[in-house]
């Protein structure tokens, strides 16, 4: 800044001047009272005097040696005025002549499109001397401010300098200095006040300057619309007129005029010229995004290729798909992003031909590229001979086409598009494409008749019959209208086509996905079909989907939008649409505020899902916690980040705290009577999470059901039972009735086995089987020791008990396992299992059962004989 540099010298003088003030205060004071007060002596007195001289005289030296302060302050300051008023004078003649470029009937959209290009850069350099402007004006004013207050003081000494101070050699010395020093600072106040006029004036002039340049680029933007919209419809009556040798030879030397300019320093130094009025910042940036996307474009393609690796199998084939167009193109669709945005925001060229054509040609790569990977992955799984002759007259398609385009586009930058050679190169570009059209139709006719003699299927006719006559349409449509005149709508025509065909494929690609993620959000994997119910059991899910299509379909309706109209027009389309809004009751809801809610929601439901799994593998698993203390620390994080959601949600839609009340009001009236158990379910949650008398993991039993605690949710607790049944029981159960928790705050558990064994059998190798038992079988723990209880001498067997401590995982395994083991050892041992028995002791019996036994007894004997 012209300022910034004497802030410095400013202050170190304005400490010089401000010490003098103030000795010569306490100068005046021995003075005045020099006749009363003794207690300064003479010797002090004159040391005062000293001091005073000697701080005037230095004020005075640097107010006087200042050859490199105001002045050189000055002379840049009107170094700056001359540039500033030539630039003004540059902007004033560029104004009168985009006035007069205005007045011209049928201007060229080349010539506006430069002309509102060299506006957009005045009016950014402009900007930039406003607000220079305005910080030299606040220095200035700052610089008078200082310099009025120190003459103020040095009056005011001087003043007390000639009605208190006696008259001395002295006292008109330091009345001579600080008449000196007044008036050095009057001169500088009076230039200061001549700067600040005309420092005034400058700007003023430069306002209005900026004013003339922006409703001349208000003209321009309205009539190059105009005029794009007259061409596009204007016909030409004699399109060969166009072909003389004379006007080919007039643009080939044209071309030879400015290919000559490519070599001379003038041209340059405009380019220059133009980088430095449009500041260059925003090119750097631009230019600095561009090359960070080229430098790390091999890590980003190797992280997609590696996420692309991940998704296999049939339902995430088109996904797959996507990420490889953007793997393969993804410099080309970064150069797209940001020459879209640069044109977006309306920043001025520093060459407006060479950026147009830039930006057309990484949108024509882009287009073949995508068009190429589309080909190869879509028909290049097919091995059949129709599938063969497709892909490769495809492929050699799009690299011609590229060629073609790129040629063409080179024209366009050096002749414009109205020129006779453009228009001829166009031309040949359209009946070419229509002879390759009628030729590969032709052709692909006799390749599917030779297929279907060697057995291959041939290709749907209602898939073939539609693409074959838009491809006749599109080719036989622009040629009709060059032919016919219409130059412009031809090119508008076949470049509304291309722009169609990409987001015909993009929108194929989207709806195809999403189909892909509603079967898996059906099936669970994408590979199995669910059990019935699993599609209602997952609302979210749904709603995302079709959340999804509906995005889709808005996005498939403003894409055609925008690309058979301009950016204008759906800018101010999308306005009216999110300013839409109706009433009910003191409630506005505009459709913008739905769009943020809906956007609001989805991002607190990625928050919730991020946020958990931060929590879960980062943060909380690092520390020592308990697997229920965690799953409730995670679900009151989510509970906190959906209720802040909501909020917001709400506050957009247009909730205010009055409605707020209203709401709550009226929910607590049906907590009292409707909602009462969802309420108390509710709270009961919350105490359940807080409190944690169960968790998450804990093996609990209720109302005679043992089960394992799986989630904790806001109503109900979801528990699964050993049969692998789902059982949902409600917060309150848990609050009001008894619950046995297995697993509270320690997961072992003690079991025990009763075996008995029959009378007289070896008790002391019975306990140690029993302990060796125990000992070998891994479910059982080491701590607390098992042991073998002696529980009682039974009818039939003597009791032994044994007992052990196991994990709540193995409660049931453990005995089963003990059990085995035991039946195969005590067989081993020789140990008998007891089981009961009793002994019958006669001592009647009747004649007829004596007599029968008797009888019975000798047919056995007999028997017994008889027996060799």
């Known amino acids: 800044m012209v300022f910034s540099r004497r ?21 005046l004071c021995p003075m005045v009272s020099a006749a009363e007060s003794t207690e300064m002596t003479p010797a002090d007195y004159s040391a005062s005097q000293e001091a005073v001289r000697a701080l005037l005289e230095s004020a005075l030296a640097a107010e006087r040696s200042d050859p490199n302060g105001l002045e050189q302050t000055l002379n840049r300051w009107q170094r700056l005025q001359a540039t500033v008023n030539d630039e003004l004078e540059a902007y004033r003649i560029q104004n009168i002549a985009h006035s007069n470029l205005l007045l011209v009937l049928q201007a060229r959209i080349e010539d506006l499109q430069n002309a509102l290009n060299s506006n957009r850069l005045a009016i ?83 306002k209005s300057r900026m004013a003339d340049l922006t409703e001349i680029r208000k003209q321009l933007e309205e009539r190059l619309q105009t005029q794009f919209k007259s061409d596009l419809y204007e016909r030409t009556l004699q399109p060969f007129a166009r072909l003389r040798i004379q006007h080919l030879r007039t643009e080939l030397a044209v071309l030879g005029d400015q290919s ?39 890590k980003v393609r190797r992280y997609l290729e590696s996420v692309e690796l991940k998704l296999e199998g049939p339902a995430w084939r088109t996904r797959r798909l996507a990420l490889r167009l953007l793997r393969r193109s993804f410099v080309l669709v970064c150069a797209a992003i940001l020459f879209g945005l640069y044109d977006l925001l309306k920043l001025p060229h520093v060459n407006f031909s060479l950026g147009r054509f830039l930006n057309q040609a990484v949108f024509t790569l882009l287009f073949v590229r995508w068009g190429i990977d589309f080909c190869q992955d879509r028909i290049g799984d097919f091995d059949s001979q129709v599938s063969v002759y497709i892909r490769g007259r495809m492929l050699l398609f799009f690299q011609f086409l590229r060629g073609l385009v790129l040629f063409l586009l080179v024209l366009v930058g050096l002749f414009g598009r109205s020129s006779d050679l453009t228009w001829a190169v166009r031309l040949v570009l359209e009946i070419a494409l229509l002879i390759w059209v009628i030729s590969f139709w032709h052709r692909l006719q006799t390749v599917m008749a030779q297929a279907a003699r060697k057995g291959e299927p041939p290709p749907a006719t209602s898939r073939l019959a539609p693409i074959r006559g ?21 090119v508008h ?24 993620w509603s079967t898996i959000q059906k099936t669970g994997n994408g590979t ?4 019935a119910g699993s599609w209602v059991s997952a609302p979210i899910g749904w709603f995302m989907v079709q959340m999804t299509r509906l995005a889709w379909l808005l996005a498939l309706l403003a894409g055609g939008i925008l690309v058979w109209s301009n950016t204008d027009f759906m800018s101010t389309a999308a306005k009216l649409v999110f300013n839409l809004s109706f009433s009910v009751g003191s409630l506005v809801i505009s459709v913008k505020g739905v769009l943020l809610a809906l956007i609001i929601f989805c991002l607190t439901r990625a928050s919730v899902r991020i946020g958990k799994k931060v929590l879960n593998e980062k ?12 799953e409730s620390i995670v679900t009151i994080t989510s509970y906190i980040i959906w209720g802040v959601g909501v909020l917001l949600a709400l506050g957009v839609l247009g909730v205010n705290a009055t409605s707020m009340a209203v709401v709550f009001g009226a929910l607590s009236i049906g907590i009292g009577f409707g909602l009462q158990n969802i309420f108390n379910n509710f709270i009961s949650g919350l105490i359940l999470l807080f409190e944690r008398p169960i968790q998450v993991g804990d093996y609990v039993e209720i109302n005679g059901i043992w089960a394992e605690v799986r989630k904790i949710n806001v109503r109900s607790t979801i528990v699964q039972t050993f049969d692998n049944a789902t059982v949902i029981i409600p917060n309150s159960d848990f609050i009001s009735q008894q619950v046995t928790n297995w697993s509270f705050k320690d997961p072992r558990m003690r079991r025990h086995v009763d075996v008995g064994v029959a009378y007289g059998s070896d008790i002391q190798l019975v306990r140690s089987t029993l302990m060796d ?4 079988i891994p479910q059982i723990l080491k701590y607390p020791r098992p042991d073998v209880l002696f529980m009682d001498h039974g009818d039939s067997a003597l009791i032994f008990r044994l007992r052990f401590w196991v994990h709540v995982d193995n409660y049931f395994t453990s005995s089963t396992d003990v059990r085995f083991e035991l039946d195969s050892r005590f067989r081993e041992l020789g140990i008998e299992i007891a089981f009961p028995q009793r002994d019958i002791h006669i001592r009647t019996v009747h004649n007829d059962l004596s007599s029968s036994l008797s009888q019975a007894g000798k047919e056995k004997e007999q028997e017994t004989d008889r027996q060799p």
């Open 773 to 776: 038992i125990a000992a070998n």
């Open 619 to 630: 943060v909380l698993d690092a520390r020592n916690f308990e697997h229920g203390l965690k």
């Open 124 to 206: 950014k350099n402009l900007s930039e001397r406003m607000v220079e402007f305005e910080k030299i004006g606040a220095i200035a004013s700052e610089r008078t401010t200082q310099l009025a207050d120190r003459i103020s003081i040095a009056e005011k000494q001087l003043s007390e300098l000639l009605q208190k101070a006696p008259a001395s050699a002295d006292k008109a010395m330091l009345t001579e200095k600080l008449d000196s020093l007044l008036d050095l600072l009057r001169g500088k106040e009076k230039q200061g006040e001549a700067f600040v006029k005309t420092h005034t004036l400058l700007f003023d002039r430069i």
């Open 260 to 298: 000559g300019h490519l070599l001379k320093a003038d041209f340059w130094q405009r380019q220059w010229s133009n980088l430095r009025r449009s500041g260059g910042g925003t090119q750097s940036a631009f230019l600095v995004l561009l090359l960070s996307a080229i430098l790390f474009r091999r």
């Open 7 to 27: 802030m410095m010298r400013t202050f170190r003088r304005a400490a010089v001047f401000l010490s003098f003030v103030a000795l010569i205060g306490m100068l």
């Open 470 to 490: 838009w491809t006749y349409f599109v080719a036989g449509g622009a040629l009709l209208l060059e032919l016919t005149g219409y130059d412009a709508l031809a």
């Open 493 to 516: 025509f076949l470049v509304g086509w291309a722009k169609t065909a990409m987001l015909a494929m993009w929108a194929h690609i989207g709806w195809l996905s999403i189909a892909e």
């Open 528 to 531: 199995e079909p669910s059990p």
